[in-house]
């Protein structure tokens, strides 16, 4: 199994749940070339805008429609900075949905099949954190920019999570990253 998880193109800067700019139109189109580049069976997407607005330029490239997944919402990146045993009920609920996602996901990592994922920055390092097994709170360094790649992959030989690539951007021109 391989799995490519993305996030979302640029978005705007005002409001609560913002859409993509003219910039991460752009982005995104490039996003959906480079991505057709990989056969993928399954696609999932964030409810935010910005996700579902990537997701859908992405979609008429490679001709699959994505699923809505309301746990890749985007997380309060200060609840990684806190002790999980401070964390609200709500941020818990959160995090065990979206962990009961990846091992549904997941379950059978041994399938040859590539699932695409978009989503967002946290999500990302959220993932990194729970397949490869690193401290959540280490992850908070990893940078996420617009519309990059990221590739984990199982090998069953020793039977864990590998990254394949991270932070990919190279299909975006540098003038629009």
Not at 76 to 87: C, G, M, P, S, Y
Not at 116 to 132: A, E, K, Q, T
Request: net charge positive; charged share 35%.
């Amino acid at each position: 199994m391989e799995i490519i998880f993305v996030r979302h193109a640029e978005k705007e800067s005002e409001g609560e749940n913002p859409s993509l700019t003219k910039k991460g139109t752009k982005q995104a189109k490039h996003l959906a070339k480079r991505l057709k580049e990989f056969v993928i069976e399954e696609f999932y997407c964030s409810d935010l805008f910005r996700a579902k607005q990537t997701a859908e330029i992405v979609s008429k490239k490679i001709k699959i429609k994505p699923k809505i997944e309301t746990s890749l919402r985007e997380f309060n990146a200060e609840i990684f900075l806190k002790d999980k045993k401070k964390w609200k009920a709500d941020e818990k609920k959160k995090y065990s949905n979206f962990i009961s996602f990846l091992k549904k996901i997941t379950s059978n990592p041994n399938q040859k099949k590539t699932i695409l994922l978009i989503s967002h920055g946290f999500v990302n390092r959220v993932i990194i954190s729970s397949l490869m097994k690193i401290d959540l709170k280490k992850t908070i360094g990893f940078r996420q920019r617009e519309t990059n790649i990221n590739i984990i992959y199982w090998i069953e030989k020793f039977k864990n999570w590998r990254l394949r690539s991270m932070n990919d951007n190279s299909h975006v021109p540098k003038k629009l990253r």
